[in-house]
């Protein structure tokens, strides 16, 4: 089956130009808040699905230990640099379309300004459902496309597209804004029931940024998030979604044990020095510099 496409941040300065420099401190600040609201007070084991530089991953602080994905190394690297070597950050380089784990091993995942970049979220989703345990958490942030703006401009005949309508819109190439409606079906048709949504960002525009203080929009946002439980007509939304049941007690020692083949999905792997080799199909992935590589095979039979 052909792949989609994959949005690459190789070598890309988006930490610094969009975050670090990019007036961006309000977005931060309001999905710190978002997070917390969501997240489960702790856990064992954490999938972070878009990682980035690891701008989020010291909100996870309850958990023993963090897998961070991105499909970019070099992302990969700065969040090393920024995180320090620590057991408890597990780097893995991925395909979201082939995620390279065993099935129900994460206890929770979440998925930040990352599902904006698929052109097929149900079957990027799925690949979360397939690694996520019973009982285990999702926290997924989306762009919605039915936000005020882009309605006013709808309005206005200053924008082509339709919000109302519940089809994905590419507004620039891999940059997809969500119908919250179709988001919510897809994790529903995958047996996520979703627990809670927050309205996020309400205040992101330039004038509103330049012209009040930060922690004024940010305190605003905190409070008016809550609306999202009745509409959601913010730029971002962050959905809670849990699987049902208990969640197992499932104990990862080596966590080796938790890959799998990205491409015929035996399971384990053995690790051969700067490689993980897979004794069933003979593919071998790249391990080096603390980073898992799945994405291209390192060797093939
Ligand atoms: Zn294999």
New binding site residues.
Partial sequence: MTQPPVCDYEGSDYQSSFWDRGGREYEDRVEAIALKRLLPKGGRLLLELGAGAGRNTPRYAGFERIVLVDYSRSQLRQAQARLGASDRYVLVAADIYRLPFIPGVFDAATMIRTLHHMSDPPRALTQVRGALASGATFILEFANKLNMKAILRYWLGRQTWNPFTLQPVEFAELNFDFHPVAVRHWLQTLGFNVAKVLAVSHFRTGLLKRTVPTFMLVALDSLFQWTGALWQLTPSVFIKAALPGELPAIHVDDIRSIFR??????TP?LDKAQQME??????SWQKSDGIYDFREPAGAP
């Fill in positions: 083949c990205p491409d015929c999905g035996h792997l897979c004794p069933n199909c003979g593919r």
